[in-house]
């Protein structure tokens, strides 16, 4: 009788083991996504860029379908939506200050041609009088 009752308990415990203790949240997929991001995101052209946004707007797409999220699914999706846009916009703001500074370096160096050839006509004019 010992042995029964024993084995029935080590079957439920099993049985509440299996239900539970492998069991991934709904939001892990994006978790795991943005994670990737944020660590890849510094190497990936513009074009990739577009990829890993269309994936991204599928994984809300996909979490926004489930009706029974529970609060704090919710708070976890808006965290890592919080992120994914911290990293996408630091990706692009920096490449934006990259393209910047070289458009400000050519224009530097058009602008002190520029002045170079206004001194020079001075000289020029200067010497012929």
Known sequence: MKKTILGAMLAAASLLCLGGCGQHSRVDELKDFVEKVQKEGSDYTE???QEVNAEFSKLLDKLNDYKDLSPEEVK????????YA???FKEHAGKFMQE??????????????????????????????
Do not use: H, N, R
């Open 86 to 88: 911290t990293a996408a």
């Open 76 to 83: 976890e999706i808006a965290k890592y939506q919080a992120e």
């Open 100 to 129: 910047a500074d070289k458009t400000l370096e050519q224009a530097g160096a058009a602008l002190e041609g520029a002045l170079e050839g206004l001194t020079d006509d001075d000289e020029t004019e200067d010497s012929e009088d």
């Open 47 to 49: 074009e990739q860029w």
